[in-house]
């Protein structure tokens, strides 16, 4: 009987097994094997040992912009985790009305698709017809270049991003639903102040969750492509490109696939290397409430 039920448990998951094997577990060994050839696409995969991984030491380009990623997600997820916790507390308010509606206003934006997202901030942020410049030089102030600025690109960027904080927005809002009412009581009945139950009650109870919020939005920010490459193609002189946008061009735009999987095995070691320094350091701020 279990023997059958596995076969069949097998079969009907076979389409997705076939396109999980076909579409990710082979594109990620192929990708291990390429990134020590010499591989354009069009040619026959030439072995040339770690030459691709030597490469990058001198690549002044790969380096800048890995210094780049690191600067977006140094931004980026801090940035993001004051908004989206910091939203999901006003809404969790008890008296607020029409919560459900303003919950899914806020979360709109982030479902938009980002070249619509990215006209929008093109247009928000131009250095001279936006609408954040004619704000500032209505008290007098010429408002910086923004995205035409090497200095100013990348907080940009990190800014606008804040865009779609929707989604961490409701699962921060269904983390602090979850929190039992018991202990805002005993709480209260012992005369803490708000700030006192949300130092001492919401956020530690809200410490796995934002493990997760951590984890996952680094990893995401860490392969940051649309917005850099929508809003500004890596310029201006290079100052907002990504490492993920300079995999692409080596992958797809220069044809030196070789050379862009060892850039992708780099960037996955780095990734990975984080994720362990956040389970590593987890031990020290997480708490879970106790069964």
């Known amino acids: 009987m279990k023997k ?11 389409p997705w097994l076939v396109g999980f094997l076909i579409f990710t577990v082979y594109p990620i060994v192929m990708s291990l094997y390429y990134a020590f050839c010499d591989f354009n ?6 072995w040339i040992g770690i ?6 030491f001198s690549d002044e380009l790969f380096w800048k912009s890995l210094r780049n990623t690191l600067v977006y997600v140094a931004g980026l997820v801090p940035l993001g985790l004051f908004v989206a916790l910091g939203v999901s507390l006003l809404l969790s308010v008890r008296k607020l009305k029409f919560v459900r509606l303003f919950r899914s206003i806020i979360y709109m934006p982030s479902i938009v698709p980002a070249f619509g997202f990215s ?17 500032i030089e209505s008290f007098g102030i010429d408002g910086p270049l923004w995205l035409s600025s090497e200095i100013w690109v990348k907080p940009t960027i990190i800014i606008a991003a804040q865009w779609g904080v ?27 102040s708000r700030f006192t139950m949300f130092r001492k009650i919401t956020l530690p109870l809200l ?27 890596g310029g201006p002189n290079n100052a907002s490109l990504s490492l993920s946008m300079y995999i692409y061009k080596h992958a797809f735009t220069y044809n ?27 031990k020290r701020f997480v708490f879970y409430i106790a069964e």
């Open 51 to 56: 030459y691709n991984f030597n490469k990058l």
């Open 166 to 192: 929707g989604g961490a927005m409701l699962i921060f809002s269904a983390a602090i639903k979850d929190i039992p009412m018991e202990f805002y009581e005993d709480a209260l009945i012992d005369g803490a």
């Open 119 to 135: 006209a929008v901030v093109t247009l928000f942020f131009h250095p001279y017809m936006g609408f954040v410049n004619r704000i």
């Open 207 to 233: 410490t796995p969750t934002i493990l997760y919020y951590l984890v996952t939005s680094t990893i995401g920010n860490m392969q940051i492509f649309d917005l850099p490459m929508l809003l500004t193609n």
């Open 4 to 14: 059958n039920s596995t076969i069949k448990g097998l079969l009907y998951i076979s």
């Open 256 to 282: 030196n696939m070789g050379y862009a999987s060892a850039m992708s095995w780099i960037l996955f070691g780095i990734i990975f290397l984080i994720t362990i320094l956040y389970f590593g350091f987890s």
């Open 41 to 46: 696409i069009t040619t026959t995969p030439k």
